[in-house]
């Protein structure tokens, strides 16, 4: 089937499109240069037209998500929508039933969303939740920096046995890039202690987060893989984080990037979260400007927002001794989930206020690192979604984030406390971005940084992926109309995945399963087989379950999109 | 003929029972918010939820409708007869006046925002859970969870008043964080279970356990108590003390509780028929 | 227990199968084949090995319909579906219970006919473990796989529970005979603690017995939660326990370095149910600010959890989710199984995989003798007495693949040893079948 998407005002920064009235054609689910005359045109003239928005970090699918959904029946009973002649009922606030994550993305434009956490153990629970959440194509990230084999060879500094186990665990969870959280820490949360700084080994492994984060970084750029590692480092959430944050970026800044797509060899995510200053929660200042200043004079780092949004939502993360901090702070209730030889993770509600001092600075804190990194093919749109609110709310972030008016408003009239101006220099900052610069922290950025040669644009040979909004670049001013930004990015007049209109007038009007999209490295295997077998016995001995039924069958990933990766390259 | 409530004009709707249906009506759509301006046919035109299907409500009712009703304020629905089996009454009302001339099945009242709400038989399950305003009245008794939150939310009742005339069931209270709750009669255990706010007066005895993990808010009981918990530490027995604006006269135990949360909840034990606690 | 030899007339063996009997699925279970039939299994405790071994005596082999005269009669399938679809598609209040001794993978077109038909879905959670989830909704869930227990653990509470008779290889395989990373000794590492007002077997084996009385379980965890405070005890006795006793086990609870309490239906059904669970969670969360604690419930069915899962995934909602309004709605006590069959709202009933004719009150019973009842099950059991609809499935784990949730949340992928019996139906097609009967009547009725 071939189709004409006529004469939109195209935003493209991959290829440099700039607001260009122009049609973009696709056929059989692919962007191409030409179409017959037989081409089915669907009018757009004079609208906004983006490549399909890219999510470079969510947890949407899984275990904690899933002991989200069970705990909090008074989150899910918020957003509660019948079933329609095509969509399923719909559930759930901050942390939506699967079906509707899908038609919420996919009516917001958006065509891939990564899952930013995925222990092994479990794996085939993200699949299944995967499975259940239809319209968006989804990468798993699978969780490493806690591992007892990883932080045994980046003791022993075996790089290679790493590299070839990182290889056989992405094949066997059906993951796509390495992600980090808290390394070290959560392994210490397993005795109820935590790790502080990249330096403080974790209780008896007797390694650290500089050791398992340069072993990791090395081991992905061996493997070539198309993301960098994915890093959440350790000191969430703590004030005066912000030196641990940069030490933990810069002890690894001498490795060698292998890819010749993406830029970065680390990627820092929810950075609004590590870029705390001070001693306290009452001396807490904004530590981004030094953050920021690093990111801008390297280019191995690239970064996400986390942006708060000033919701009652729900935590969650492998961060599990965080969790337990947070519920010590809240009183709210608190579930806990660590995974044997693996991981940690926790959940708390949260309720961020705007009449909170500490919630409004950290609000004004993800505003600045948008602002204070120059390049905006370094810095993506997140709220860590659910962690600093739920992603429903990314079209308010654009609209904040395109419009000085609107932030000094809300500073000026008291939607968000003294403190988001006293302690952070977000006042002073009146850059605004523009539809170039939304398209690029949506679409064009995280598809460099994950390596998607095949999304995040609209080149011919791209995947159709395509979203057009019900704004007319030419006859709108983005300055002074928040509330009417906020409205389009929420409501694409068209989603159109793999060549097929899935949204129209902000409605879903078509189903289609997601593709887990994953990274299978090939010229490895032998590697991977040695490895296999030199661990299999420790394997047998504390895991509880037989390898056999650990890994993630076929049966649980239909269907996929498998980036192959030739590691002797 | 219009009805009349002071120098306030009435709308009265008197729904007469004509048959039972053991799969339960339900009732949210038939609040004074939604039916003030209805006309007879309007009523007769409407078809009631019942199980997953919708039937007419002339299956069930008589409907008698006398009066003009401008605002939900002017509204008096009765239910004269037995809605043992009719849930949500009064579902989420935010003004007017419900009467049931008998039982009132699970959720009466529940989410209610304001107006009042007499039942003049037994009420189910979550009667006023989730309450913000107005007024409930059980003639009768309540079973459980009277006033309580949604399971999983920790902010419960909220604001309004409810009275049972007999005894409360299990849980009562649950999650309480506002408003006041009256029970004339006994109590099951557990009231003011995760209570944070609000205060809650129990005339009648109390098997076990009132005030289990509560965080603050003040419980009264006038009846005698069999078990009390460790989480509760003695402070003072005070003569003639006020309570939440209110006045007891007498002599009461007081203890502050429960201790496992940090609590600084108030428990008011009569101390003439509590003395077996000292 | 008499001498029973080997079993060494068998054609293959199927490694790593999964047992389907209780929450522990034990996944390294060897069953032995010979002619497409089991003839021994190997690792798997006696209760999993007694149901894995076929009993085919009992086994329901044939769709069967109840005639006018009230006996069960052999019908084809398209009869059968074509009588349980109807009944489905022509109900005001239809109740879809079970599911717990099925895969995941029926459950998927199970829910789909709920959402069509407006029917609400519950599992027997509804009768078991549905207060732990309401005390897990009201206060938190600190858990953990149960190999964090095996590798770290050293001090271990049994409540509630029996795992000895109920789950008879918890013990050794998961939680205090094996040597984990961290307690190399095994069982000599661990101090493992029973509370329980019965000296079960368990007990027997505890270092340490603690038998508060029938109904004081809240009594007796508000009690160390006073005393983690600082409090001095008043009374003399709490919950039937020695004050000084309570001092001692709080002690050692703060003094572990990774402690685990696991719970069974004894703290859920006994006086004040959920609240039971509610305190136990939060004295493991204050435990939390001294030491290392997690708790876990003991679930029962291999695929109870699972249940709860998938609902949770796919609508939000764990258990006892009615779909009558068109919308999924979760109201324990309203939508929830048992109320719905009390109350004699339910007027079909459909049990998949799961056995109320045995486990449900007199007056939920009394309710099913009146109501039409559609059985999908493999074995003929006191349900199927009650069933005008009989639909002979298959057996997950050992005739049909599928997935489970352990009792920790660890999903499987359980396989299969054997071919099923050409009559019997997988239970994923007998749901989906009824799926599309269903579909075509409605859409018949437009």
Same mark, same amino acid.
């Given at each position: ?27 059989? /689910? ?31 699918? /899984? ?71 239809? +319209? ?9 920096? +806690? ?43 397993? !005795? ?170 950290? !609000? ?35 609209? !904040? ?49 994950? /390596? ?118 | ?180 709750? *009256? ?92 003395? *077996? *606690?000292? | ?60 082999? @044939? ?70 989830? $309401? ?111 309570? @001092? ?36 493991? $969360? ?88 559609? $059985? ?39 396989? =299969? ?18 799926? $599309? ?8 009725? =437009?």
């Amino acid at each position: 089937m071939e189709y004409i998407l006529k004469n939109g005002i195209v935003y493209d920064p991959i290829n440099e499109i700039n607001g260009e009235k122009k049609d973009v054609m696709f056929k059989d /689910g692919k962007i191409v240069n030409s179409v017959s005359d037989s081409a089915k045109v669907i009018d757009v003239t004079d609208k906004l037209v983006m490549p399909a928005g890219i999510d470079v970090h969510c947890h949407l699918a /899984g275990p904690k998500l899933c002991v989200g959904r069970l705990y909090r029946p008074e989150d899910e009973r918020r957003g509660v929508k019948p079933k329609t002649d095509i969509t399923r009922a719909e559930t759930g606030f901050s942390i939506p039933n699967c079906p509707a994550t899908g038609y919420r993305f996919s009516r917001m434009g958006y065509g891939t969303v990564v899952e930013a956490a995925v222990p092994p153990l479990e794996a085939k629970h993200t699949h299944e939740e995967i499975i259940a959440i239809p +319209n968006i194509d989804i990468p798993p990230l699978t969780l490493f920096g +806690n591992n007892w084999f990883i932080m045994q060879f980046a003791k022993e500094g075996r790089i290679d046995d790493i590299a070839a186990f990182v290889s056989a665990w992405l094949k066997i969870t059906k993951g796509y890039g390495v992600k980090i959280v808290n390394p070290c820490g959560s392994e210490a949360w397993g !005795w109820g202690m935590n790790v502080h700084g990249i330096d403080d080994p974790a209780p008896y492994w007797d390694v650290t987060a500089r050791e398992v984060i340069r072993a990791l970084a090395q081991a992905n750029e061996m493997l070539g893989l198309p993301h960098s590692i994915h890093v959440h480092p350790n000191d969430l959430g703590h004030p005066g984080n912000f030196p641990t944050t940069i030490n933990s970026i810069d002890c690894m800044k001498d490795i060698k990037k292998n890819s010749e797509y993406r830029n970065q060899t680390i990627h820092l995510t929810h950075a609004q979260f590590h870029c705390y200053d001070g001693t306290s929660w009452r001396d807490v200042t904004s530590g981004v400007e030094p953050v920021a200043d690093y990111i801008n004079k390297h280019d191995h780092v690239t970064a996400d927002m986390g942006q708060v949004t000033l919701d009652e939502t729900t935590t969650m993360t492998a961060d599990g001794p965080m969790e337990y901090d947070l519920y010590e702070l809240t009183g709210l209730k608190w579930a806990n989930k660590d995974i044997e030889l693996e991981t940690a993770s926790g959940l708390v509600p949260f309720i961020y206020s705007g009449r909170n001092p500490v919630h409004s600075l950290q !609000w004004a804190i993800g505003l600045e690192l948008a602002l204070m990194i120059e390049d905006p093919w370094k810095i993506c749109l997140t709220t860590d979604s659910p962690n600093a609110g739920p992603f429903i709310r990314y079209p308010r972030v654009m609209s !904040w984030l395109m419009s000085y008016q609107r932030r000094a408003e809300m500073m000026d009239n008291k939607e968000v406390h003294a403190w988001a101006g006293r302690k952070s220099a977000l006042g002073t900052l009146d850059r605004e971005y523009d539809f170039y610069d939304i398209a690029t922290i949506t679409r064009a950025g995280p598809s460099k940084i994950y /390596g998607f040669e095949d999304r995040g644009h609209l080149g011919a040979g791209a995947i159709a992926d395509i979203a057009v909004y019900d704004l007319e670049p030419n006859n709108f001013d983005p300055t002074r109309n928040a509330a009417a930004v906020e409205k389009a990015f929420s409501n694409a007049l068209y989603t159109i995945k793999d060549g097929q209109v899935l949204v129209k007038d902000g409605e879903i009007v078509k189903i289609v399963s997601s593709k887990h999209v994953r990274t299978e490295v090939e010229g490895f295997e032998d590697e991977e087989k040695r490895i296999l077998e030199e661990i299999m016995p420790f394997f047998n001995r504390y895991y509880t379950i037989k390898f056999e039924n650990y890994v993630v069958h076929d049966h649980y990933a239909e269907p996929s999109s498998v980036y192959k990766v030739n590691a002797s390259k | 003929m219009q009805a009349n409530r002071g120098d306030v004009n009435v709308k009265q709707i008197t729904l007469t029972p004509i048959k039972f249906s053991s799969v339960a009506l339900e009732f949210d759509e038939l609040i004074p918010d939604e039916i003030y301006s209805w006309s007879k046919e309007d009523f007769e035109k409407y078809e009631v939820p019942v199980g997953n299907s919708r039937f007419p409500l002339t299956d069930y009712y008589d409907i008698e409708v006398e009066g003009e009703a401008q605002s939900p304020e002017e509204v008096k629905m009765i239910i004269d007869g037995d809605a043992g089996r009719v849930k949500y009454i009064g579902g989420k009302m935010g003004a007017g006046e419900i009467i049931v001339n008998g039982d009132a099945d699970l959720q009466a009242g529940a989410e209610m925002e304001g107006g009042s709400l007499t039942i003049n038989g037994n009420a189910e399950s979550y009667c006023g859970r989730e309450m913000r305003g107005g007024e409930i009245t059980v003639m009768g008794n309540v079973r459980e969870y009277a006033g309580t939150s949604y399971i999983g939310e920790w902010r419960g009742m909220s604001g309004g008043k409810l009275t049972i005339h007999g005894n409360a069931g299990k849980q009562l209270a649950d999650a309480m964080s506002g408003g006041e709750i *009256h029970v004339m009669g006994n109590c099951d255990i557990l009231a003011g279970i995760h209570m944070t706010k609000g205060f809650i007066q129990i005339d009648g005895d109390v098997t076990r356990w009132p005030g289990g993990q509560m965080k603050n808010g003040a419980i009264v009981i006038n009846g005698r108590l069999e078990r009390l918990l460790e989480g509760f530490e003695l402070d003072a027995i005070v003569t003639d003390p006020e309570v939440e604006g209110r006045q007891f006269t007498g002599k009461y135990i007081k203890y502050i509780g429960d201790i496992g949360v940090n609590g600084k909840g108030t428990l008011l034990l009569n101390a003439e028929k509590n003395r *077996h *606690h000292l | 227990m008499a001498y029973e030899p080997p079993v060494t007339d068998y054609d293959e063996i199927v490694e790593n199968c999964t047992c389907a009997f209780c929450g522990s699925n034990c996944d390294d279970v060897d069953i032995l084949v010979k002619d497409n039939h089991v003839v021994g299994v190997r690792h798997a405790c006696r209760l999993g090995a007694s149901k894995i071994m076929e009993d085919e005596d009992q086994r329901l082999t @044939v769709p069967m319909i109840r005639d006018e005269n009230g006996e069960l009669m052999e019908v084809d399938w398209d009869t059968a579906l074509d009588r349980a679809a109807e009944l489905i598609a022509g109900a005001v209040r239809p109740v879809f219970y079970g599911w717990s001794e099925t895969s995941i993978e029926a459950m998927k077109p199970g829910l789909e006919l709920t959402e069509l038909v407006g029917a609400v879905i519950d599992n027997q959670a509804t009768i078991c473990h549905g207060p732990t989830v $309401q005390a897990v909704q009201n206060v938190g869930y600190p858990l953990m796989t149960l190999g964090e227990v095996k590798n770290r653990a050293d001090m271990v509470v049994y409540t509630g529970s029996n795992p000895m008779n109920a789950h008879p290889r918890h013990l050794a395989r998961y939680t205090t005979f094996p040597k984990g990373f961290f307690r190399k000794r095994g069982r000599f590492d661990r101090t493992l603690v029973t509370w329980d007002p019965k000296y079960s077997d368990t007990a027997k084996l505890s270092d340490i017995w603690i038998p508060f009385e029938e109904n004081g379980d809240y009594g007796f965890c508000n009690a160390i939660r006073a005393v983690l405070k600082g409090k001095e005890l008043k009374q003399d006795f709490i919950s039937g326990i020695p004050k000084e006793d309570i @001092v001692a086990l709080t002690e050692k609870m703060k003094n572990t370095q990774f402690g685990a309490l696991f719970f069974g239906l004894g703290l859920t059904h006994t006086l004040s149910k959920q609240r039971n669970i509610d305190i136990a969670i939060q004295l493991v $969360q204050d435990l939390n600010k001294y030491t290392k604690w997690v708790l876990l419930p003991m679930r029962g069915h291999f695929n109870v959890n699972g249940f709860n899962i998938f609902m949770a995934y796919e609508m939000g909602f764990p258990y006892g989710v009615d779909f009558c309004r068109g919308y999924p709605r979760y109201m324990i006590g309203e939508t929830t199984t048992i109320d719905l069959l009390n109350r004699k709202e339910c007027d079909v009933f459909m049990v998949i995989a799961a056995d109320p004719g045995a486990h449900f009150p007199g007056g939920a019973l009394a309710h099913l003798v009146d109501i039409p009842v559609i $059985q999908i099950d493999i074995h003929w059991g006191p349900s199927t007495e009650l069933a005008d609809v009989v639909l002979p499935g298959t057996f997950i784990g050992v005739e049909t693949a599928g997935t489970s949730y352990r009792m920790d949340s660890v999903p499987i992928y359980m396989k =299969k040893a054997i071919d099923p019996p050409e009559t019997c139906r997988e239970d994923e097609w007998i749901v989906n079948e009824l799926l $599309q009967r269903v579909k075509k009547i409605k859409e018949a009725s =437009k």
